[in-house]
């Protein structure tokens, strides 16, 4: 599968192009993949971890992330919009696991006093 054309219909750079630009340390690309879908990252996060200021955190590390492993995105294997929301998904399911095994742990400490 080759890349989008290099504008979608209402003259904007495509996603997948944004991500090439990206990898080769474009940050006025990765400012524009932000505004675009930060809201929706923040989204994925708080239905996961349910933490506005964890949440947020997420988000930027998510972005650090597309910064550093843009190289490895393949447009042949999906959509950018689809390796970014696995991206953040996997961030967030991550730190659940870490908040419910913090959580058990509190729990057992206190069952022992």
Do not use: C
Not at 42 to 65: C, H, K, P, S, Y
Not at 106 to 112: E, L
Request: aromatic content about 8%; glycine content about 6%.
């Amino acid at each position: 599968m080759a890349l989008r054309l290099t504008t979608e219909t209402n003259g904007q750079l495509t996603d997948e192009i944004l991500a090439t630009q990206v990898a080769q340390g474009d940050v006025s690309a990765l400012e524009i993949l932000y505004d675009r879908y930060a809201p929706t990252v923040l989204g994925i996060a708080l239905r996961i971890i349910d933490d506005r200021a964890l949440a947020e955190e997420l988000l930027q590390e998510t972005f650090w992330q597309v910064w550093q492993s843009a190289v490895t995105y393949q447009p042949e294997s999906g959509s950018f919009t689809g390796w970014l929301f696995r991206m953040a998904r996997q961030l967030a399911m991550n730190i659940h696991a870490q908040q419910s095994v913090g959580s058990q742990g509190i729990a057992k400490t206190a069952d022992a006093q």
